[in-house]
């Protein structure tokens, strides 16, 4: 059992940038993969970007080249740094932590998951 709480959201206009922290309550070594999906009201969530213990990353097309995904295992915090922010990455931004990595993309329901962080983009 782990407790995931996200914060660093905000409001913040479009080509700004905005970082991302999630701190765990236990080690998060053991998690086969840790990443941050969003929602929008009215869509389904997301994946935006993930990463192994060891730092192999992988990001959505959306966000490739301007997010960047990384974590402090001493620390137990996963981060996602946010540049070149634009009004569509307005969302709720939620951490995960998963041992199953069958269908990281697109499977929005297993591990764990924190209560999300708002991200406000304004144009």
């Known amino acids: 059992q782990v407790q995931l709480a996200e914060s660093g959201g905000g409001l913040v206009q479009a080509g700004g940038s905005l970082r991302l922290s999630c701190a765990a309550s236990g080690s998060i070594f053991r998690f086969n993969v840790m990443g941050w999906y969003r929602q929008t009201p009215g869509k389904q969530r997301e994946w935006v970007a993930s990463?192994?213990?060891?730092?192999?990353?992988n990001y959505a097309d959306s966000v490739k080249g301007r997010f960047t995904i990384s974590r402090d295992n001493a620390k137990n915090t996963l981060y996602l740094q946010m540049n070149s922010l634009k009004p569509e990455d307005t969302a709720v931004y939620y951490c995960n932590a998963r041992n199953d990595v069958t269908n990281t993309r697109y499977d929005i329901t297993t591990g764990y998951w924190g209560q999300g962080t708002q991200v406000t983009v304004s144009s």
């Open positions: 990463i192994t213990p060891v730092g192999r990353t």
